[in-house]
């Protein structure tokens, strides 16, 4: 499997449980929000932190919180695992840009 198949399936996944979540039943949408919750204080990886990110900056359901997007994706940008494409690097880019999906 190549990086780009790799980068490419793990998209799908989050577009995917963003889906789930703004369809889904209250029920299930905190079903979501807290497995990704869990996921992210158990073990903050880089991946774990953009899915949690994610689901908090996604509009439609009782736990979007933009302002806790924000210190999750801070989080992100400390990071030294990730491998940001320099656009993103970039001191112009925050992620106060991504207020809605």
């Not at 989050?14 to 703004?22: D, G, H, S």
């Not at 073990?43 to 953009?50: C, E, G, M, N, Y």
């Not at 933009?66 to 940008?77: E, F, I, M, N, Q």
Request: charged share 15%; proline share 8%; glycine share 4%.
């Amino acid at each position: 499997m190549t990086r780009t198949t790799t980068s490419a399936a793990l998209l799908t996944d989050y577009l995917q449980l963003l889906q789930k979540l703004v369809q889904g039943t209250p029920s299930e949408q905190a079903e979501i929000v807290a497995a990704a919750q869990h996921d992210y204080e158990t073990a903050p990886t880089p991946s774990r932190q953009l899915r949690f990110a994610l689901i908090l900056a996604t509009p439609g359901h009782p736990a979007t919180d933009l302002p806790g997007r924000s210190g999750c994706c801070a989080s992100l940008w400390q990071t030294r695992k990730c491998s940001w494409p320099a656009s993103a690097r970039s001191p112009s880019w925050n992620c106060s840009k991504l207020t809605t999906i």
